[in-house]
């Protein structure tokens, strides 16, 4: 018989083709409280502007040191000016 000329079928190489990743799962709340990082649990855990907290007090003493930083950055900005 005659011999056939094949020529080498193109494959696509694994390594230039990156693997799809395991997406993890993203969770649904913080572990720890932002203000006093204690862990928080399920039935006491306090939302509020976009954090996690503890508890009521927790927030408040955040929102109360945030106040502070904004106050003495507006000073230190005025000082420079």
Known sequence: MAEEKKEPTKKVEAAAVPETKKLKKKKSRPTNCVQSNKRI?????YYREGKYFA????FKLYFQQELEKANKAKEAAQAQA
């Not at 508890?55 to 927790?58: G, H, L, M």
């Open 41 to 45: 649990r399920r039935k006491d855990w």
């Open 55 to 58: 508890n009521k007090q927790c």
